[in-house]
T-cell receptor
Protein backbone atom coordinates (compact mmCIF):
# COMPACT_ATOMS: atom_id res chain seq x y z
CA UNK A 1 0.00 0.00 0.00
CA UNK A 2 1.12 3.54 -0.69
CA UNK A 3 0.36 6.89 0.88
CA UNK A 4 1.47 10.48 0.45
CA UNK A 5 1.63 13.30 2.97
CA UNK A 6 2.00 16.88 1.85
CA UNK A 7 3.01 19.13 4.73
CA UNK A 8 1.25 22.46 4.59
CA UNK A 9 -2.02 22.89 2.77
CA UNK A 10 -1.10 26.52 2.02
CA UNK A 11 2.31 28.02 1.33
CA UNK A 12 2.90 31.71 0.64
CA UNK A 13 6.13 33.12 -0.79
CA UNK A 14 7.24 36.42 -2.21
CA UNK A 15 7.95 36.78 -5.90
CA UNK A 16 11.60 35.86 -6.49
CA UNK A 17 11.86 33.78 -3.32
CA UNK A 18 12.63 30.08 -3.08
CA UNK A 19 9.68 27.73 -3.37
CA UNK A 20 9.75 24.56 -1.24
CA UNK A 21 6.77 22.22 -1.19
CA UNK A 22 7.11 19.14 0.97
CA UNK A 23 6.08 15.60 0.16
CA UNK A 24 6.67 12.43 2.15
CA UNK A 25 5.61 9.05 0.90
CA UNK A 26 5.09 5.57 2.19
CA UNK A 27 5.44 2.58 -0.08
CA UNK A 28 6.07 -1.09 0.52
CA UNK A 29 7.72 -1.42 -2.91
CA UNK A 30 10.05 0.84 -4.89
CA UNK A 31 7.96 3.88 -5.72
CA UNK A 32 7.45 6.03 -8.73
CA UNK A 33 6.85 9.63 -7.62
CA UNK A 34 5.16 12.50 -9.38
CA UNK A 35 4.43 16.18 -8.94
CA UNK A 36 1.42 17.62 -10.71
CA UNK A 37 0.19 21.23 -10.82
CA UNK A 38 -3.43 22.34 -11.13
CA UNK A 39 -4.29 25.88 -12.20
CA UNK A 40 -7.79 27.21 -11.49
CA UNK A 41 -10.50 25.56 -13.56
CA UNK A 42 -8.04 23.22 -15.23
CA UNK A 43 -6.98 19.61 -14.96
CA UNK A 44 -3.68 18.39 -13.58
CA UNK A 45 -0.45 18.90 -15.51
CA UNK A 46 2.70 16.86 -14.88
CA UNK A 47 5.62 18.88 -13.57
CA UNK A 48 8.11 16.03 -13.13
CA UNK A 49 8.42 12.37 -12.20
CA UNK A 50 10.92 10.02 -10.58
CA UNK A 51 11.16 6.48 -11.90
CA UNK A 52 14.32 5.12 -10.21
CA UNK A 53 16.87 6.82 -12.44
CA UNK A 54 18.61 10.00 -11.25
CA UNK A 55 17.52 11.06 -7.76
CA UNK A 56 17.45 14.74 -8.73
CA UNK A 57 14.67 15.23 -11.22
CA UNK A 58 14.25 18.37 -13.29
CA UNK A 59 10.84 19.35 -14.56
CA UNK A 60 9.12 22.12 -16.44
CA UNK A 61 9.23 25.79 -15.48
CA UNK A 62 12.50 25.38 -13.49
CA UNK A 63 10.95 23.08 -10.90
CA UNK A 64 12.98 20.18 -9.57
CA UNK A 65 12.61 17.53 -6.90
CA UNK A 66 15.01 15.24 -5.12
CA UNK A 67 14.20 11.66 -4.18
CA UNK A 68 15.62 10.84 -0.73
CA UNK A 69 15.00 7.24 0.15
CA UNK A 70 16.38 7.54 3.68
CA UNK A 71 13.93 10.34 4.44
CA UNK A 72 11.10 8.93 2.26
CA UNK A 73 10.78 12.41 0.79
CA UNK A 74 10.30 13.97 -2.62
CA UNK A 75 10.21 17.70 -1.99
CA UNK A 76 9.58 20.14 -4.84
CA UNK A 77 11.70 23.26 -5.21
CA UNK A 78 12.07 26.24 -7.50
CA UNK A 79 14.81 28.83 -6.99
CA UNK A 80 12.74 31.90 -7.80
CA UNK A 81 8.95 32.12 -7.64
CA UNK A 82 6.92 33.82 -10.34
CA UNK A 83 3.40 35.14 -9.99
CA UNK A 84 2.34 32.57 -12.59
CA UNK A 85 3.38 29.75 -10.23
CA UNK A 86 0.34 30.38 -8.04
CA UNK A 87 -1.62 27.13 -8.24
CA UNK A 88 -2.28 23.92 -6.36
CA UNK A 89 0.45 21.29 -6.34
CA UNK A 90 -0.08 17.58 -5.86
CA UNK A 91 2.45 14.90 -5.02
CA UNK A 92 1.56 11.36 -6.07
CA UNK A 93 3.04 7.88 -5.71
CA UNK A 94 2.57 4.62 -7.51
CA UNK A 95 4.19 1.26 -7.14
CA UNK A 96 6.58 0.42 -9.95
CA UNK A 97 4.62 -1.24 -12.69
CA UNK A 98 1.19 -0.24 -11.34
CA UNK A 99 -1.24 2.14 -12.98
CA UNK A 100 -2.94 3.56 -9.91
CA UNK A 101 -1.69 6.83 -8.50
CA UNK A 102 -2.20 7.76 -4.85
CA UNK A 103 -2.33 11.52 -4.43
CA UNK A 104 -1.57 13.78 -1.50
CA UNK A 105 -4.13 16.31 -0.40
CA UNK A 106 -2.39 19.14 -2.23
CA UNK A 107 -0.58 22.37 -1.36
CA UNK A 108 -1.91 25.70 -2.53
CA UNK A 109 0.95 28.04 -3.41
CA UNK A 110 0.40 31.79 -3.20
CA UNK A 111 2.97 34.17 -4.65
CA UNK A 112 2.96 37.69 -3.22
CA UNK A 113 4.20 40.61 -5.29
CA UNK B 1 -8.77 18.89 -30.46
CA UNK B 2 -5.65 17.85 -28.64
CA UNK B 3 -4.96 16.12 -25.35
CA UNK B 4 -7.84 15.04 -23.16
CA UNK B 5 -11.22 16.74 -23.45
CA UNK B 6 -14.22 16.47 -21.15
CA UNK B 7 -17.83 17.49 -21.63
CA UNK B 8 -19.75 19.09 -20.16
CA UNK B 9 -17.48 21.35 -18.14
CA UNK B 10 -20.27 22.11 -15.66
CA UNK B 11 -23.32 20.07 -14.75
CA UNK B 12 -26.11 20.67 -12.26
CA UNK B 13 -28.51 17.82 -11.64
CA UNK B 14 -31.19 16.77 -9.25
CA UNK B 15 -30.97 13.58 -7.25
CA UNK B 16 -33.46 11.80 -9.51
CA UNK B 17 -31.83 12.76 -12.82
CA UNK B 18 -29.73 10.58 -15.08
CA UNK B 19 -26.80 12.20 -16.84
CA UNK B 20 -23.50 11.17 -18.43
CA UNK B 21 -20.02 12.63 -18.43
CA UNK B 22 -17.89 12.21 -21.53
CA UNK B 23 -14.14 12.02 -21.92
CA UNK B 24 -12.17 11.78 -25.14
CA UNK B 25 -8.42 11.42 -25.52
CA UNK B 26 -6.51 12.30 -28.69
CA UNK B 27 -3.12 10.96 -27.54
CA UNK B 28 -3.25 7.38 -28.80
CA UNK B 29 -3.26 6.00 -25.26
CA UNK B 30 -4.74 2.67 -24.26
CA UNK B 31 -5.60 3.26 -20.60
CA UNK B 32 -8.19 5.69 -19.23
CA UNK B 33 -9.15 6.71 -15.72
CA UNK B 34 -11.89 8.47 -13.76
CA UNK B 35 -10.93 10.42 -10.64
CA UNK B 36 -13.10 12.32 -8.15
CA UNK B 37 -11.75 15.55 -6.65
CA UNK B 38 -13.73 16.78 -3.65
CA UNK B 39 -13.01 19.87 -1.61
CA UNK B 40 -10.44 19.23 1.11
CA UNK B 41 -9.89 15.60 0.09
CA UNK B 42 -7.18 13.97 -2.01
CA UNK B 43 -8.00 12.89 -5.53
CA UNK B 44 -9.70 9.53 -5.46
CA UNK B 45 -9.25 6.99 -8.23
CA UNK B 46 -12.65 5.63 -9.23
CA UNK B 47 -12.13 3.43 -12.28
CA UNK B 48 -9.36 2.29 -14.60
CA UNK B 49 -9.80 0.88 -18.08
CA UNK B 50 -7.04 -0.78 -20.05
CA UNK B 51 -7.70 -1.73 -23.67
CA UNK B 52 -11.38 -1.07 -23.03
CA UNK B 53 -11.60 -3.52 -20.13
CA UNK B 54 -12.23 -2.35 -16.61
CA UNK B 55 -9.20 -3.35 -14.58
CA UNK B 56 -9.79 -1.45 -11.34
CA UNK B 57 -12.88 -0.38 -9.50
CA UNK B 58 -12.18 1.25 -6.17
CA UNK B 59 -15.36 0.48 -4.21
CA UNK B 60 -17.38 3.10 -6.06
CA UNK B 61 -21.16 3.14 -5.41
CA UNK B 62 -23.26 1.59 -8.16
CA UNK B 63 -24.93 4.94 -8.89
CA UNK B 64 -21.73 5.62 -10.89
CA UNK B 65 -21.48 3.41 -13.97
CA UNK B 66 -18.50 3.69 -16.32
CA UNK B 67 -18.41 2.74 -19.98
CA UNK B 68 -15.44 2.51 -22.32
CA UNK B 69 -16.62 1.74 -25.87
CA UNK B 70 -13.13 2.18 -27.38
CA UNK B 71 -9.67 3.29 -26.34
CA UNK B 72 -10.41 6.95 -27.11
CA UNK B 73 -13.70 7.41 -25.27
CA UNK B 74 -14.76 7.02 -21.67
CA UNK B 75 -18.13 7.76 -20.13
CA UNK B 76 -19.39 8.02 -16.59
CA UNK B 77 -23.12 7.44 -16.31
CA UNK B 78 -24.76 9.00 -13.27
CA UNK B 79 -28.09 8.17 -11.67
CA UNK B 80 -29.75 8.78 -8.32
CA UNK B 81 -26.82 10.79 -7.06
CA UNK B 82 -26.49 12.31 -3.60
CA UNK B 83 -25.43 15.88 -2.72
CA UNK B 84 -22.13 14.50 -1.38
CA UNK B 85 -21.34 13.38 -4.93
CA UNK B 86 -20.86 17.01 -5.90
CA UNK B 87 -17.21 17.31 -6.96
CA UNK B 88 -14.87 17.82 -9.88
CA UNK B 89 -14.65 14.65 -11.96
CA UNK B 90 -11.38 14.29 -13.79
CA UNK B 91 -10.60 11.98 -16.66
CA UNK B 92 -7.05 10.93 -17.48
CA UNK B 93 -5.31 8.73 -20.01
CA UNK B 94 -1.91 7.08 -20.36
CA UNK B 95 -0.04 4.40 -22.15
CA UNK B 96 -0.58 1.19 -20.25
CA UNK B 97 3.05 0.60 -19.33
CA UNK B 98 2.73 0.80 -15.58
CA UNK B 99 3.11 4.21 -13.93
CA UNK B 100 3.36 5.94 -17.30
CA UNK B 101 2.49 9.62 -17.16
CA UNK B 102 -1.21 10.26 -16.86
CA UNK B 103 -2.60 13.19 -18.84
CA UNK B 104 -5.64 14.87 -17.35
CA UNK B 105 -8.63 16.60 -18.84
CA UNK B 106 -10.00 19.87 -17.43
CA UNK B 107 -12.72 18.11 -15.48
CA UNK B 108 -16.48 18.33 -15.14
CA UNK B 109 -17.72 20.33 -12.16
CA UNK B 110 -20.79 18.43 -10.92
CA UNK B 111 -23.33 19.88 -8.52
CA UNK B 112 -26.07 17.63 -7.18
CA UNK B 113 -29.04 19.46 -5.71
Amino acid sequence: AQSVTQLGSHVSVSEGALVLLRCNYSSSVPPYLFWYVQYPNQGLQLLLKYTSAATLVKGINDFEAEFKKSETSFHLTKPSAHMSDAAEYFCAVSAAGRRALTFGSGTRLQVQP
Amino acid sequence: ETGVTQTPRHLVMGMTNKKSLKCEQHLGHNAMYWYKQSAKKPLELMFVYSLEERVENNSVPSRFSPECPNSSHLFLHLHTLQPEDSALYLCASSQDRGADTQYFGPGTRLTVL
